[in-house]
């Protein structure tokens, strides 16, 4: 057989030459709507501390509203509001100061899912956090297990905090797009 001048190559359609590289198939799922109400059970310092600063800028105040603090999380989260309930999944993961007024934050955070149907399924939150705002509203930029492909929404509302202990209950509220 003779071989296949560059000329005709170059007719070759864009997409022919895709597929070459990628392979590509259709789908005819559904996504599915799964609203989720969780609780982070947050520990901001004391000796079982949940979140930690990690690090921040030199010479500046390592404070939640100063640009540059960084800190290392792993929240419990619970299904109820209630601390001693038991636990469904760990928020993993960093916040960061981000504006430099102090205003934002960075929030990265796995959502572990350790129990239930959802176990071993991750949800990724990543976006900004305007931290004076009574509901936060941060994207999830995908998951993994169960989540796979999926789209949320978050809404996170510190429902208390509890400066004798340390302790801040985060609502988070989730509408989740998933298959
Ligand atoms: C999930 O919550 C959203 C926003 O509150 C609402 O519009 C939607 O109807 C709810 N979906 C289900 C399945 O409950
Ligand atoms: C910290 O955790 C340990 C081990 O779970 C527990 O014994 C201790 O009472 C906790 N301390 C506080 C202040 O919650
Ligand atoms: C949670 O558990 C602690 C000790 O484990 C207890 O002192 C406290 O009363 C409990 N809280 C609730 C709301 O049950
Ligand atoms: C969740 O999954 C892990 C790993 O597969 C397993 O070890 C654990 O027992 C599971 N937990 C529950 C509550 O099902
Ligand atoms: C979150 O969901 C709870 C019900 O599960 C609801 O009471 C609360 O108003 C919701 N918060 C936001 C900010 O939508």
């Given at each position: 057989?003779?071989?296949?001048?560059?000329?005709?190559?170059?007719?070759?359609?864009?997409?022919?030459?895709?597929?070459?590289?990628?392979?590509?198939?259709?789908?005819?799922?559904?996504?599915?709507?799964?609203?989720?109400?969780l609780y982070f059970q947050e520990?901001?310092?004391?000796?079982?501390?949940t979140v930690?600063?990690?690090?921040?800028?030199?010479?500046?105040?390592?404070?939640?509203?100063?640009?540059?603090?960084?800190y290392v999380v792993d929240d419990p989260i619970t299904?109820?509001?209630?601390?001693?309930?038991?636990e469904i999944a760990r928020g993993q993961g960093i916040y960061?100061?981000?504006?430099?007024?102090?205003?934002?934050?960075?929030v990265l955070i796995s959502i572990v899912f350790t129990?239930?149907?959802?176990?071993?399924?991750t949800l990724e939150i990543?976006?900004?956090?305007?931290?004076?705002?009574?509901?936060?509203?941060v994207?999830v930029?995908?998951?993994?297990?169960?989540?796979?492909?999926?789209?949320?929404?978050a809404?996170l509302?510190?429902?208390?905090?509890?400066?004798?202990?340390?302790?801040a209950?985060v609502?988070c509220?989730l509408?989740?797009?998933?298959?």
């Open positions: 057989m003779a071989p296949k001048s560059i000329a005709t190559l170059t007719k070759l359609p864009f997409l022919v030459l895709l597929v070459i590289f990628a392979s590509s198939q259709a789908y005819d799922y559904q996504f599915i709507e799964t609203n989720m109400t520990y901001y310092a004391g000796p079982n501390a930690n600063t990690l690090t921040g800028i030199p010479g500046n105040d390592w404070a939640f509203d100063s640009f540059g603090t960084t299904q109820s509001l209630d601390k001693n309930s038991s960061m100061t981000s504006s430099l007024d102090g205003a934002n934050m960075q129990s239930n149907e959802y176990n071993g399924s990543q976006g900004r956090s305007l931290q004076a705002a009574n509901v936060r509203e994207s930029v995908g998951g993994t297990g169960i989540f796979k492909f999926a789209r949320v929404i809404k509302e510190t429902l208390n905090v509890d400066t004798s202990t340390f302790y209950l609502q509220n509408t989740v797009l998933h298959y």
